[in-house]
């Protein structure tokens, strides 16, 4: 009986250990090419712990656009920032950004998110650390509930903002569709609003997005 017990208490001690060896689970490498009528749209989100404490978090966002017109590349959003996380939900930051409106800056920033297989929420504001500096929120919520089936509905909205004294741009990303496995895609609608007196423009498209898993 002794012999038993303790043969049963080194496996699921072994187990236990390597559990704790394991590294943290981290969000897929999202990548997303939305072919509009009027510009090619690019994003790209990566979101991996730096240690398997989990306390430090590397986030990087691109987003880019071409219009056909003039064919150059116009930055939406690019941003690297190291985040610590005193809690599982809640995390600040610092970091750097490049705009098309605002050039490059240091930034601070805050972020709440929650991840599911089936949905995820994020709500990030950001503040460039110089005079006058621009703020900027990105806030995203994706649901594509589970089934049995292998294609599964898909739909996100997600919000990306800047102003300083005045308001300066903003983009608000729309998109339904399927998902299969790692792959989703479907119909896609861009709206931006520019300016203090904001001129309003849209992207309608076909969107493709690989969920490349590490």
């Given at each position: 009986?002794?012999?038993?017990?303790?043969?049963?208490?080194?496996?699921?001690?072994?187990?236990?250990?390597?559990?704790?060896?394991?590294?943290?689970?981290?969000?897929?490498?999202?990548?997303?090419?939305?072919?509009?009528?009027?510009?090619?749209?690019?994003?790209?989100?990566?979101?991996?712990?730096?240690?398997?404490?989990?306390?430090?978090?590397?986030?990087?966002?691109?987003?880019t656009e071409v219009p056909y017109e003039s064919g150059k590349p116009?930055?939406?959003?690019?941003?690297?920032?190291?985040?610590?996380?005193?809690?599982?939900?809640?995390?600040?930051?610092?970091?750097?950004?490049?705009?098309?409106?605002?050039?490059?800056?240091?930034?601070?920033?805050?972020?709440?998110?929650?991840?599911?297989?089936?949905?995820?929420?994020?709500?990030?504001?950001?503040?460039?650390?110089?005079?006058?500096?621009?703020?900027?929120?990105?806030?995203?919520?994706?649901?594509?509930?589970?089934?049995?089936?292998?294609?599964?509905?898909?739909?996100?909205?997600?919000?990306?903002?800047?102003?300083?004294?005045?308001?300066?741009?903003?983009?608000?990303?729309?998109?339904?569709?399927?998902?299969?496995?790692?792959?989703?895609?479907?119909?896609?609608?861009?709206?931006?609003?520019?300016?203090?007196?904001?001129?309003?423009?849209?992207?309608?498209?076909?969107?493709?997005?690989?969920?490349?898993?590490?």
């Open positions: 009986m002794k012999k038993t017990f303790l043969v049963a208490l080194l496996i699921f001690g072994g187990k236990f250990t390597h559990a704790q060896e394991l590294k943290p689970k981290s969000a897929p490498i999202r990548l997303e090419v939305l072919g509009g009528h009027v510009a090619t749209a690019f994003q790209m989100i990566v979101s991996k712990p730096m240690f398997e404490n989990k306390k430090f978090d590397f986030f990087y966002i691109t987003s116009i930055p939406v959003l690019n941003q690297s920032i190291v985040f610590y996380k005193p809690t599982k939900w809640l995390s600040g930051g610092l970091g750097g950004s490049y705009t098309a409106f605002g050039g490059f800056s240091p930034i601070a920033a805050v972020a709440f998110s929650h991840h599911r297989e089936n949905f995820m929420i994020l709500a990030r504001p950001t503040i460039e650390l110089k005079k006058q500096g621009l703020r900027q929120f990105l806030g995203i919520f994706e649901w594509s509930p589970i089934n049995e089936n292998i294609i599964r509905p898909y739909f996100l909205v997600q919000v990306i903002t800047e102003w300083s004294n005045v308001h300066s741009m903003t983009q608000h990303r729309w998109r339904l569709g399927i998902q299969n496995k790692d792959l989703r895609f479907g119909g896609a609608l861009n709206l931006y609003h520019f300016g203090a007196e904001p001129v309003n423009e849209y992207n309608a498209g076909l969107f493709i997005l690989l969920l490349i898993k590490s």
